[in-house]
């Protein structure tokens, strides 16, 4: 024979499973990554003792100010990522979640990510030097531009790059910087079209960390760029590698036009 619960007790039944489930969705890894501003670089110095950019074969001139390609940081690809994580960054400024393809390749080992973002960052670099080189009609062979910068994979520098490139050659040029800090980041073809990136209300932070006071953001990412935007950071939305000179130019000079977010 049966005892019949109380209704108490029935609910406290019912509970456990429910607690049961409501503990493994809390601990059980998401499919997520978590992000926060990451490492600046200023590509017309020295990054861990190496200059970023060495160029032979045409003069290069002294510059002022810095150029700061920004990064994220984010979890690694075998880190698990559980709901309690997901909703603590839900309410920080200085963290974001993103679906994890987003950040890695999916279906590839962490190995083989790190592979990639090499790669990514080869070609990166050999598009911006092109770019560089044609903004200022200089396709001299004798020329060579080397970029070294450790601990970065991606494409994301390549604005930077080419913007570095053409302020250490353009001698008849007014120096880029003016002496401010600029940062910013963006991908660039050989062309000079400048594509987005992600992240970019997480690098302005970066930015606005390490002395910035201009950002340079593709323009399609303008809207994200503003959501978490750092007070007394000036926002300048580029297209080309063009336009993003002759900003910069009118940001120095007082003369023109600059183009806001």
């Known amino acids: 024979m049966f005892s019949r619960l109380t209704r108490p007790q029935a609910l406290a039944v019912c509970a456990l499973p429910v607690a049961a489930l409501l503990a493994t969705a809390v601990f059980a890894p998401l499919p997520f990554s978590l992000t926060q501003p990451g490492l600046t670089a200023d590509v017309l110095g020295e990054n861990k003792g190496e200059p970023v950019i060495t160029i032979s074969g045409a003069p290069t001139r002294d510059t002022t100010g810095e150029l700061r390609m920004t990064t994220i940081e984010a979890t690694s690809p075998d ?27 999916s279906g590839r080992s962490t190995q083989e990510i790190e592979k990639y973002n090499t790669e990514q960052m080869k070609e ?15 396709n001299d062979k004798n020329i060579k531009v080397t970029l070294k910068l450790a601990d970065v994979g991606g494409p994301s520098a390549g604005l930077l790059f080419s913007l570095g490139i053409i302020d250490k050659l353009d001698s008849a040029g007014a120096d880029l910087t003016g002496g401010r800090t600029i940062a910013g980041t963006g991908t660039i073809d050989a062309a000079g079209k400048v594509g987005a990136v992600g992240g970019v209300s997480l690098k302005t932070q970066a930015a606005k960390r390490d002395g910035a006071t201009v950002f340079l953001v593709p323009k399609d990412e303008c809207s994200d760029a503003k959501a978490e935007l750092p007070k ?20 120095e000079s007082g003369e023109g036009s600059v183009p806001s977010c």
Do not use: C, H
């Open 124 to 138: 990166s670099q050999d598009a911006a030097t092109e770019a560089a080189l044609n903004y200022l009609d200089l």
């Open 79 to 105: 880190t698990d990522v559980t709901l309690g994580d997901v909703i603590d960054a839900w309410f920080r400024t200085d963290k974001a979640v993103m679906p994890r393809d987003s950040v890695y390749p």
């Open 232 to 251: 007394g950071l000036r926002l300048i939305p580029v297209t080309t590698l063009k336009g993003a000179v002759g900003a910069l130019e009118a940001l």
